[in-house]
């Protein structure tokens, strides 16, 4: 008895996976439209940076780390600097948060963006 119930179960995870599978090829509505709204061939330059980069007003403590030399405790002074501060309002205000320099700023610059 145990034996006929795994059976039946394996072909009822066969039916469901071949629905599925089926559903995925020929429906169109199945699954969600993830391509972006727009073509990047279809933007400017200066928008195409945007979506390529962090805004500094909005980032978490994540995509601040993700930036080149930016780690978990700069990334930690930079969010403190946001909230003292109330945001950023230009990339050159980063040389304020302690440990960026010019240098680390020019190599962040390419990278971020203040809105």
């Known amino acids: ?3 006929l119930g795994e059976i039946l179960l394996a072909y009822t995870m ?3 996976a071949l629905l599925l599978g089926w559903r995925c090829l020929f429906d169109p509505t199945f ?3 993830v391509r972006p709204p727009v ?3 279809d933007m400017s330059l200066a928008e195409f940076m945007k979506l390529s980069s962090t805004n500094l007003n909005t980032a978490t403590r994540l995509e601040l780390m993700e930036l080149p030399g930016i780690g978990e405790v700069l ?3 930079i969010l403190t600097y946001r909230l003292q501060k109330g945001g950023f309002s230009s990339v050159e205000e980063l040389t304020e948060v302690q440990g ?3 240098k680390r700023l020019e190599a962040l610059r390419k990278y ?3 809105e």
């Open 39 to 41: 073509g990047y061939r």
């Open 31 to 33: 699954l969600p439209d």
């Open 14 to 16: 066969i039916a469901f």
């Open 112 to 114: 971020v963006y203040v």
């Open 1 to 3: 008895m145990k034996r």
């Open 100 to 102: 960026i320099g010019e």
């Open 75 to 77: 990334a930690g002074r």
